[in-house]
Structures are given as structure tokens and as C-alpha cells.
């Protein structure tokens, strides 16, 4: 990925120092939503990326005779209005943090406040550097699927009284061991289960259909299972929600497992082995769905209305507009990766400081900035 520098646009280092340019190579913002919008940039630049509906997320979009985007600051942060969403929870880390969120939310009240005890699930299969990324998605999926399924599973549920299920995918690579997809499923019991019995039994059922299928799970690691009652962290922490983006230098150990979001960083910084394995998980999840409730549990839950209190508890908050951008301003931020950047400004010093950086760059000042 081509990235602008400051000598490009003729900045120097004081100013950099003054609004903490984020434009030249390398820099690393502190805010974790800013992180999301570099990604983002940095995603949309990727080999191959320009047929995916991620490429055309935060693209500027004409609604009700609106002809500018808005910079709005509220409780919830800075965000932009007036421009697209492409929903992609696989493949866009603003549009994944934005649902994924709202997930961990429904979680968290789920678990909060009703009488359910819970017990985390995870399933793995046994993987080598040789295995693609799809093959082993489709044998994980289709043993499980075929584990919770049947007699067998009937039995299991009512000797559990599990009512309802939550499941979310997470996948990382390694050099040494490839990629490792695993799937995380949270029970909602109507009693504390013993959760050393459910591995036991989970596991010699699940061990058996991978080996069916011509595949290995060792029946000692490929199921794990632990009560979480009151306490989901352990789970919410396999969301892959992308937060702030590391130093990978310090990743390049060979061995080291990377996070999808990782990964993504490392290809748009142009490395030919992580665009191919950016692709690779681009295809393998194509079409697939990455969390899901189990059937009536959101109802069971009392959590049917939640994703509309959210939008009703963000149109309720107080907010200020920082700036209206033109059409030709939000295109020239875009074309230049500079979504970050007026994030970071947004918040830091408001539309002076992005009146300024739009001087600089662009050689015009803000339409519909007031200088006086």
C-alpha cells in the first residue's frame, strides 16, 4: 500500500508535532476507533479487495438532499454521517466493531441479568502448515454442526438444560502450525452444569465425527469447556474486534500467532505472504456467518429489542457538529487514506486542526469552515 508522506505534502516536523500526523509510515494511533479507520484504509488497498463490498465502506452517499458529510462528536465519540456502511463483520474492522459490540452488549445483559449459569465451549481441530483455510473451516463446522444435531444432542440438552447458545468463529495463524480456526460457543443453563462431564462427553462425540470425516482432534485439546457464571470475559475476548494495532516487528517470530486483524495490517503494508493469506481467509468466509443466537434465545432472553434501544440511545445523545465536508473535500480524504487522520483531529483539535491539515495537503481551506 502506497502511503503518503510529509514531504509530499510539504510538512514539515513541527506541524507534524502539533496535530500528531498520522500520515507518514508507521505511525500508530492511540485511539482504538481511529486504529479502525487506518485499518480500514489499509484493507481497501489490498490485492483484490476492490470487488469486495469493503471497498466502497465510508464512501459518501446522497440521502434526504444531503450533500456533505458531518463530522459528529457525541458521548460515543467522533464518527461520520453521510456515508456508507458495508456491514462486512469479516472483512471491515469499523463495520465489525460496530456489530460485534452490539453482540458483546446483548451478551453482557443476557448474562447479567437473568438466571442462567453459563459454560463456554470451544472446539478445535488439529492443523499443520500444509492445511487451507477453507478446508478446515468446513470440517470443524460440519463436525460440530453434526455433534449438536440428532437423539444424541436432545439428550444432551435436556440432561444439561442448556435453552439457548451464542457462537462466534475466531481464527489465527502461526509459521509453524498455519491457521487455526476455532469455534467458541456460550450455553445458557437452567442449572449449574459440571462442565468437566460435558467436556467428556462432548469431546468423544465430537473427536469421532472429525475422524469420520477424515480429519484429527485430539480428544484431550480439541474440546474445552469451563463454567463462566457472572464472568464472560473469557469469552468476550475471542471477538477478533480489532483495538489498537501493535508494533509487528515484535510479531515476526516465527511461531507467533497472528490475530485475522494482524494479518490484515501486514498486507496492507504491501507483504506478499499475508495478502495471500488475507485472501485466503477472504475466500473461506465468504458467505458465512460469523456470530449467531441459537433459535427463540434473543426472545428468551429479553433481548429482541436491544439493537433498537441502542439506536434510539444514540439518536438521544447530546452531539455537536465539528464540520460539514463537501463532497470533493470527503472524496479528496479518501483518495488520500486520511479517514484516520480526521478522526484523530476530530477529537484532538476540532475543525481548526482539520481546516489546517486540509490547508496544508490539499492547498484549499474548508468550504464550510468559519475562519473568522
Known amino acids: 500500500m502506497m502511503l503518503a508522506t510529509k514531504e509530499k505534502f510539504g510538512l514539515d516536523d513541527s506541524y507534524r508535532g502539533k496535530v500528531a500526523l498520522g500520515i507518514t509510515y508507521g505511525y500508530n494511533f492511540q485511539n482504538s476507533k481511529t486504529n479502525r479507520f487506518e485499518l480500514l484504509d489499509a484493507i481497501k488497498g489490498i490485492r483484490g479487495m476492490a470487488k ?127 491457521w487455526h480456526p476455532h469455534i467458541h460457543i456460550l450455553a445458557f443453563c437452567e442449572e449449574n452444569p459440571n462442565a468437566s462431564l460435558m467436556k467428556s462427553e462432548l469431546s468423544e462425540r465430537f473427536t469421532r465425527f472429525v475422524m469420520k470425516k477424515g480429519g484429527y ?85 429479553g433481548l429482541d429489542d436491544v439493537e433498537k434501544k441502542l439506536e434510539e440511545k444514540l439518536a438521544n445523545e447530546e452531539k455537536a457538529l465539528i464540520v460539514s465536508l463537501t463532497v470533493s473535500e470527503w472524496n479528496f480524504i479518501l483518495n488520500h487514506k486520511l479517514v484516520a487522520l480526521v478522526h484523530h483531529l476530530a477529537m484532538n483539535g476540532g475543525a481548526k486542526a482539520i481546516n489546517e491539515m486540509m490547508t496544508r495537503i490539499r492547498g484549499i481551506p474548508l468550504e464550510n469552515y468559519d475562519v473568522s
Not at 444432542?153 to 442448556?162: G, H, L, V
Open 52 to 178: 469486495q463490498r469493503v471497498s466502497n465502506c465510508m464512501n459518501f452517499i446522497t440521502r434526504d438532499g444531503n450533500r456533505s458529510v458531518d463530522v459528529i462528536k457525541s458521548e460515543s465519540g467522533v464518527r461520520f454521517e453521510g456515508v456508507t456502511v458495508c456491514d462486512s463483520v469479516w472483512l471491515c474492522p469499523v463495520c465489525n466493531s460496530r456489530v460485534m459490540n452490539q453482540h458483546k452488549h446483548e451478551l453482557d445483559l443476557a448474562v447479567r441479568d437473568s438466571d442462567y449459569h453459563t459454560v463456554l465451549m470451544t472446539f478445535t481441530l488439529a492443523h499443520s502448515v500444509n492445511d487451507r483455510l477453507k478446508d478446515l473451516e468446513d470440517l470443524l463446522k460440519s463436525s460440530l454442526n453434526s455433534t449438536f444435531s440428532g437423539r444424541w444432542y436432545e439428550e444432551f440438552q435436556a440432561r444439561y438444560k442448556i435453552v439457548a447458545r451464542a457462537t462466534t468463529t475466531e481464527h489465527t495463524h502461526s509459521d509453524n502450525n498455519g
Open 217 to 301: 482432534a485430539s480428544i484431550y485439546h480439541a474440546v474445552d469447556v469451563r463454567n463462566t457464571k457472572r464472568d464472560v470475559s473469557g469469552y468476550l475476548s475471542k471477538w477478533n474486534i480489532p483495538t489498537e494495532m501493535t508494533r509487528l516487528q515484535a510479531k515476526s517470530a516465527k511461531g507467533v500467532s497472528l490475530t485475522i486483524w494482524e494479518i490484515a495490517q501486514l498486507a496492507g503494508n504491501g507483504n506478499e505472504k499475508y495478502i495471500r493469506l488475507w485472501n485466503e481467509y477472504v475466500a473461506a468466509t465468504y458467505r458465512k456467518k460469523l456470530f449467531t443466537w441459537s433459535r427463540g434465545a434473543k426472545e428468551l432472553l
